[in-house]
């Protein structure tokens, strides 16, 4: 924890689990346990529900007269269509058109943001667009994030907090959590229908207890924050800056990549123009260097982060995050490949330091819940 500078008040629970709290983010963070199974975590969310502690998350306030400006500036996201009580899901570009952090924006008022980020540039990013501006930036670590994940956490939450079913996707409502004052929306980083609930540090580790105690016979159990991986590799959720050239980059080039490039063009608004990087991304359509794409592995074996990806003799990419899936029984993984690679059906072959040669074959993602019905089921 030699980085690390923000803490959460969760740690002790973490720490009899088995975790070293290893940083993320600038926080102690349960990367793993040496208590559970990280198979069983992964199936609980899957098919029950499993609780998470995200709070390495970067909370950001940004409220006043030119708050909703000042996003529209960092962002590629239009604030005139997000309503209080919604959110959405946002990039952040540099001078230079490449993706530097992504972020959910919170509406909770007419001039109140709350901006959610991982390990990217959205702190600097946001105070560089408020300069100048009538407009408050905010950083809070006191908000605490507990992830409650799976098919079950609606059925969970339902005893607790009335109108909880009818939250629709990408929502979020300030209320109650036994007796504590928490905001709660229905996002996540698993694919599954779940559940964020930010709350204050010295509420969390009641909330924590009381979720796992309350919910153990309906198989809601803690889970470290690198089930996350298995879930978002099926579900195609990307996790700066792990499948990005920052930590893979390119031959005689600086970091960066593209919207384009990492298939998160669809989270600039339609005509959206006045973000930073704006012109830049638009003129860089069409001149991918490379592609974001999925593979499917045979066997089930698991390549690690960085394995080289082969067509016939010649290194043409690289897997940034695999997973075997006990419950679908395939191994898969996010890679970056050569955009004539970016379809179905190319034969590759993965070269893994720990089992050797590895066939592989291009396909689309996301590889689970393809309608995205799960994470947006209704009732």
């Not at 930010?198 to 470290?224: S, T």
């Amino acid at each position: 924890m030699t980085n690390s500078w923000r803490f959460s008040t969760l740690g002790d629970r973490h720490r009899a689990l088995g975790s070293d709290l290893e940083d993320w983010s600038g926080m102690g963070t349960a990367w793993s346990y040496t208590k559970g199974d990280p198979d069983a975590e992964y199936m609980a969310i899957r098919t029950k529900a499993g609780l998470m502690d995200v709070s390495g998350l970067k909370k950001v306030h940004v409220v006043g007269h030119a708050a909703s400006h000042v996003i529209e500036r960092a962002t590629t996201r239009n604030m005139e269509k997000l309503m209080p009580g919604r959110s959405v899901y946002a990039a952040m570009l540099n001078d230079a058109g490449k993706f530097v952090d992504d972020c959910v924006i919170y509406r909770t008022g007419p001039n109140a943001f709350m901006v959610v980020h991982g390990s990217g540039q959205g702190f600097e990013q946001l105070t560089m667009a408020a300069a100048g501006r009538d407009v408050s930036v905010r950083f809070d670590d006191n908000l605490h994030d507990l992830s409650l994940q799976g098919p079950l956490a609606v059925d969970y939450l339902a005893q607790h907090v009335p109108g909880i079913r009818d939250l629709a996707y990408f929502s979020q409502m300030q209320t109650s959590l036994f007796g504590k004052p928490v905001m709660i929306s229905r996002t996540g980083y698993t694919g599954e229908r779940g559940y964020e609930i930010f709350c204050r540090g010295q509420d969390a580790p009641m909330i924590w207890d009381r979720i796992l105690e309350e919910g153990k016979d309906m198989g809601i159990i803690p889970c470290r924050f690198t089930t996350l991986d298995m879930l978002r590799t099926e579900s195609y959720l990307l996790f700066f800056p792990f499948d990005n050239s920052e930590m893979y980059p390119f031959e005689n080039e600086g970091p960066g990549d593209t919207l384009w490039e990492l298939g998160l063009d669809f989270t600039v608004s339609p005509g959206k123009v006045g973000f930073r990087g704006a012109e830049e991304h638009y003129r860089l359509k069409g001149k991918e260097r490379f592609k974001i794409w999925g593979l499917k592995l045979e066997g089930k074996n698991v390549p690690g982060n960085g394995a080289p990806v082969f067509k016939g003799k010649d290194k043409v990419g690289v897997v940034t995050q695999a997973m075997y899936s006990p419950l679908n029984d395939w191994t898969i993984a996010i890679a970056r490949l050569p955009v004539d690679c970016a379809n179905n059906g190319t034969k590759l072959v993965v070269n893994c330091a720990t089992h050797g040669e590895i066939a592989a074959t291009t396909h689309a993602m996301p590889f689970f819940d393809v309608e995205k019905k799960r994470r947006t089921a209704k009732g």
